[in-house]
C-alpha cells in the first residue's frame, strides 16, 4: 500500500538513473577543519518566513508575530529545531536559567518554587509531539491567493522531540487540593501570557514542563529556559519561558482566553476554550508554487491529530473525486506529525490533488464545504479543512478552495 508498484518502479529508476560513470563528478579533496558545531550546506537554503496577519508576509521581523515553517523543503516527521515555527506576542526574553524560577501555588497543601537545576534532578519524560498555533491555515478561510507555497498555508505547526517534568509529577510534589479542577499558566514573556487550562485526566497524564527540545537545551524562541507541552493542545496552552502554576476551581478569564483566543461563529456568538487541534493533513510535495512533469511524481505530506494517532491518509488525484490509501511512515506516534506518501503517474492534463486523514478515534478531516457549514467564515482558529492543490497543463501547482 503506498509503495512503487513495478511499473512505476520501472519509470522512477530510468529518470533518475541515466548516468553510467562518475567521470564527469569532482574529484575527492580534503574538506574544511573540524568545527564547535555543524552548519547547513551552503547550499541548502532553508528559512522560515516572517509573518503579521493572514495576506501580510515578508514584512520586516520587528512587525511579524509569527514565523513559518518550510514544510516543501523538509524531509521526515521532525522539524529541525531552528525551523520549528515561532509565535511570539512581544519578542524572545533573554532570560539567565540561573535566575529563573517556577512558582507552583494556589490550592495546594505545599506551594514550592523551582529552579532550572531541581526540575533536571526530577524524574523525566520525553516525547515527540507537534505543537499547532490556532491560526494554522487561516490564510484560506475565507479565499485562496493562488500564490502561497505551504509554507504560507500551514507552516504553523511543528513536531520536535521535548523533555521535561511530568505534570503529574509537580501535582503530587505540591499536594494540590482535590477540588482544585483549573490550572492558571503564566508566562515570563513581556505580553505575560496567562491560559487557564481545565485539569482533565488526560491533560494531567500527559502534560510536562519542558526543558529539552531535540536532545538540547531549548531554544530561546520556543521557551528558555522552560516551557510547558500540552500534547495534542492549542499552541498558546503551551506556555513559554514558563515561570507560575496556579491551581483553582474556576477558569480565571484572562485577556488571552476571553478577548484574543476565541472563535466568533456563524450565528454570532462565540466560542470559548476550542483547546483541542483537530484531525488535519496537507501535501507538501508537490505543493504551492512548485512546478512538476507528466510521468511519475511522488506526492508526499504530513498528517496529524490532538486526539492521538492517525490511523489513515488517503489522496486524490482527481479533484477528490476518487481515494487511494497513502502509506505512512514509521514510527506513528500519538500526538506527532507523521509523513505520508503515494506513487501517482500523471497524465499531464490540469487536476487537483487533496489529503484527507483519519485518527485512532475515527475523528476525519473534513472537506471544507462540510467545515464552513459547521463553522462560518467568521472565525479566524483551528481551520483543518481539506487543503487542495490545482495542477494546471504546463504542471503549475497553485492553492485552491475546493
Known amino acids: 500500500m503506498g509503495g512503487l508498484s513495478a511499473g512505476l518502479l520501472g519509470v522512477a529508476a530510468s529518470e533518475v538513473a541515466r548516468a553510467e560513470t562518475l567521470a564527469d563528478v569532482p574529484d575527492r579533496a580534503p574538506g574544511a577543519d573540524l568545527g564547535a558545531h555543524s552548519e547547513r550546506s551552503r547550499f541548502a537554503r532553508l528559512d522560515r518566513i516572517p509573518e503579521a496577519t493572514p495576506g501580510k508576509r515578508n514584512i520586516d521581523p ?24 515561532e509565535r511570539s ?65 500551514h507552516g504553523l505547526v511543528s513536531t520536535n522531540e521535548w523533555t521535561g517534568v511530568p505534570l503529574k509529577f509537580l501535582i503530587d510534589l505540591v499536594a494540590k487540593d482535590k477540588g482544585s479542577t483549573w490550572m492558571l499558566a503564566e508566562g515570563g514573556d513581556g505580553a ?49 519561558w514558563l515561570r507560575r502554576l496556579k491551581f483553582g476551581n474556576a477558569p480565571w478569564m484572562t485577556r488571552w482566553e476571553t478577548a484574543r483566543y476565541t472563535q466568533l461563529l456563524a450565528n454570532g456568538k462565540a466560542r470559548q476554550f476550542q483547546l483541542r487541534m483537530e484531525t488535519n493533513s496537507v501535501i507538501t510535495q508537490p ?29 486524490s488525484t482527481d479533484g477528490a473525486r476518487t481515494w487511494k490509501q497513502a502509506q505512512l511512515a514509521q514510527p506513528v506516534l500519538s500526538k506527532a506529525q507523521v509523513r505520508f506518501q503515494m506513487d501517482w503517474d500523471w497524465d499531464g492534463k490540469p487536476t487537483r490533488i487533496v489529503s484527507r486523514s483519519t485518527d485512532e478515534q ?38 485552491v478552495l475546493a
Not at 536559567?97 to 518554587?113: C, I, T, Y
Not at 506526492?299 to 490511523?311: D, F
Open 362 to 399: 475515527g475523528n476525519a478531516q473534513p472537506d471544507r464545504q462540510t467545515f464552513i457549514a459547521a463553522m462560518g467564515t467568521n472565525a479566524l482558529f483551528h481551520y483543518n479543512a481539506q487543503q487542495t492543490w490545482s495542477i494546471d497543463e504546463a504542471g503549475r501547482v497553485r492553492n
Open 62 to 85: 520587528s512587525d511579524a508575530i509569527n514565523s513559518k515553517t518550510p514544510h516543501q523543503k523538509l524531509v521526515g516527521n521532525i522539524t529541525p529545531t531552528d525551523l520549528h515555527y
Open 89 to 153: 506576542h512581544s519578542g524572545v526574553p533573554d532570560i539567565d536559567p540561573a535566575q529563573h524560577r517556577l512558582l507552583v501555588h494556589g490550592m495546594v497543601r505545599k506551594p514550592l518554587v523551582f529552579s532550572v537545576e531541581d526540575l533536571k534532578r526530577m524524574p523525566s519524560v520525553t516525547r515527540i509531539v507537534f505543537i499547532e498555533c490556532t491560526g494554522n491555515g487561516w490564510e484560506n478561510w475565507k479565499k485562496a491567493d493562488p500564490d502561497l507555497t505551504v509554507q504560507n498555508t
Open 287 to 315: 505543493s504551492g508554487m512548485m512546478q512538476i512533469q507528466p510521468g511519475y511524481n511522488r506526492i508526499s505530506g504530513l498528517a496529524w491529530s490532538g486526539h492521538g494517532k492517525i490511523a489513515k491518509v488517503e489522496i
Open 192 to 240: 505575560g501570557v496567562d491560559r487557564s487550562i481545565p485539569l482533565t485526566d488526560e491533560i494531567v497524564n500527559e502534560a510536562f514542563v519542558a526543558y529539552g527540545q531535540n536532545g538540547e537545551p531549548l531554544r530561546p524562541a520556543h521557551g528558555f529556559p522552560m516551557r510547558l507541552v500540552m500534547p495534542g493542545f492549542e499552541g498558546n496552552l503551551n506556555i513559554k
